[in-house]
């Protein structure tokens, strides 16, 4: 079974930095192109960062491209997002989620992605 497990949010400033962590369960991660996603209240889920498997290609959504860095350990199954000059508007609950292996998408459709973490808030405010 598939479970994705979210942590490192939290409430930080205006320009601070904050990493998010996503555990994959053994045996459920490699071969897979991993994403984050987030949600703010009242807003659809929108793209955020995705990263193929072995991490030889990124793709992020222009708000956070050169702010937001997406990483992957593939022996510790467990995707990463580093998140540097964190503005208000990034306030959101952040998912991560796993591609499935033959989309016929774009890495930045959510119909492509078929399994999601819970979610961690992360919330930028001063």
């Known amino acids: 079974q598939v479970q994705l497990v979210e942590s490192g949010g939290g409430l930080v400033q205006p320009g601070d930095s904050l990493g998010l962590s996503c555990a994959a369960s053994?045996?459920?991660?490699?071969?897979?192109?991993m994403g984050w996603f987030r949600q703010a209240p009242g807003k659809e889920r929108e793209f955020v960062a995705a990263i193929s498997w072995r991490g030889s290609t990124t793709n992020y959504a222009d708000s956070v491209k050169g702010r937001f860095t997406i990483s992957r350990d593939d022996v510790k199954n467990t995707v990463y997002l580093l998140m540097n000059t964190l503005k208000p508007e990034d306030t959101a609950v952040y998912y991560c989620a796993r591609r499935v292996l033959r989309p016929g998408t774009s890495y930045s459709s959510i119909t492509g992605y078929n399994y999601w973490g819970q979610g961690t808030q992360v919330t930028v405010s001063s």
């Open positions: 053994a045996g459920t991660f490699n071969s897979y192109t």
